[in-house]
């Protein structure tokens, strides 16, 4: 069963951290892609990466940077956390010409 | 500007009634179109899609129509199930290798 993983679940970091997301897929994926989902405001885009050592910027990059050394891999870096980046960050990934995407289960990052 | 919009933030419907999800889009540019569904604390999983040079796509409780001259989609589940209950999602890209574009989903609850 093919599988995009996000290494946590459940995240708590204080404000000025610097926070790394995780995401591995196991599909041999060439796109992967960051969103943050918040109530009211649906999935946005923060960054996706074409390929490795690739990236673009979403509709909402600013206060996050990407790094996609493998292609397995695509972490998302809260570069100094702050409280309006609480949030549900969902990783996805899609084989090169497809239409859908695989998604992970998601992490739910609270910045207190 | 929103390019793709749900208009209705929430949906209640009777178990073994029609749910009818609607979807508008903004962009003359967008040829695939697709639903996802959305449980709390997971990822979002594919429901359906549609191709542009089509109007129907059906997939056993599911069916999706496409208006193109009305830059319209609905989903509709008959008959409506209790474990239907959900966040659904209506997402569009144009041809070529775009990120997905997402409204901002529509919570539907089948009440038993």
């Known amino acids: 069963d093919v599988k995009v993983t996000q290494s946590s679940r459940y995240l708590v970091k204080r404000t000025g951290e610097k926070v790394f997301l995780e995401c591995v897929q196991d599909?041999?994926?060439?796109?992967m892609f960051w969103y943050r989902q918040d109530p009211g405001l649906g999935l946005r885009l923060i960054y996706f990466?074409?390929?490795?050592?690739?990236?673009e910027k979403g509709d909402i990059p600013e206060g996050y940077s990407v790094s996609r050394e493998k292609k397995e891999r695509f972490s998302l870096i809260l570069e100094s956390a702050s409280t309006n980046q609480t949030s549900m960050y969902l990783c996805?990934?899609?084989?090169?010409?497809?239409?859908?995407?695989?998604f992970g289960s998601g992490t739910r990052l609270t910045v207190v | 500007d929103q390019q793709v919009k749900q208009n209705s933030p929430s949906l209640s419907v009777q178990e073994g009634r029609i749910s009818i999800l609607n979807c508008d889009y903004t962009?003359?540019?967008?040829?695939?179109f697709l639903w996802y569904k959305k449980y709390p604390a997971e990822g979002p999983t594919f429901l359906i899609s549609?191709?542009?040079?089509?109007d129907k796509n059906e997939d056993g409780r599911f069916t999706v129509f496409l208006n193109k001259s009305a830059k319209h989609l609905s989903l509709h589940i008959v008959p409506s199930q209790p474990g239907d209950s959900a966040v659904y999602f209506c997402?569009?890209?144009?041809?070529?290798?775009?990120?997905?574009?997402f409204g901002k989903g529509t919570r539907l609850s089948v009440i038993a």
């Open positions: 990466s074409y390929d490795v050592k690739m990236k």
């Open positions: 996805a990934s899609r084989q090169q010409g497809a239409y859908g995407y695989t």
């Open positions: 599909m041999d994926h060439e796109n």
């Open positions: 549609i191709s542009s040079i089509k």
């Open positions: 997402a569009a890209r144009s041809s070529g290798n775009t990120p997905l574009v």
């Open positions: 962009n003359s540019m967008f040829d695939y």
